[in-house]
Nanobody, 128 residues
Framework: QVQLVESGGGLVQVGGSLRLSCAAS????????MAWFRQAPGKEREFVVA????????YYADSVKGRSTISRDNAKNTVYLQMNRLKPADTAVYYC?????????????????????WGQGTQVTVHS
């Protein structure tokens, strides 16, 4: 079992920044591919960004590319999402996800079905 807890969400003005954190606990003796997804009201959950096990490879959705940076500190079992130049369209609940099934490819994954554990989400609201 792996528990994921997101934090760092909040209310921010257009153009502002936030740093989201996702802390993993439980079966964290391995490093897992991780990702952030988001879900806006009335919309389906969508992929935001993914990072591989060691943090060397990342993949961003076009909607956040150039404005966001994912990183991880495996010593702290934590993944971060720095979001800059926020827009109202970024308003959503942000979820982190971990892929714990055996994986030796060093890849990242960008579909929700590839992940095994999810956090409870943190709300990001961008207002003008």
């Amino acid at each position: 079992q792996v528990q994921l807890v997101e934090s760092g969400g909040g209310l921010v003005q257009v153009g502002g920044s936030l740093r989201l954190s996702c802390a993993a606990s439980g079966r964290t003796n391995s490093w897992y591919p991780m990702a952030w997804f988001r879900q806006a009201p009335g919309k389906e959950r969508e992929f935001v960004v993914a990072i591989n096990r060691i943090g060397r490879n990342t993949y961003y959705a076009d909607s956040v590319k150039g404005r966001s940076t994912i990183s991880r500190d495996n010593a702290k079992n934590t993944v971060y999402l720095q979001m800059n130049r926020l827009k109202p369209a970024d308003t959503a609940v942000y979820y982190c996800a971990a892929r714990t099934r055996p994986d030796y490819s060093g890849s990242y994954y960008y579909t929700s079905g590839e992940y095994d554990y999810w956090g409870q989400g943190t709300q990001v609201t961008v207002h003008s």
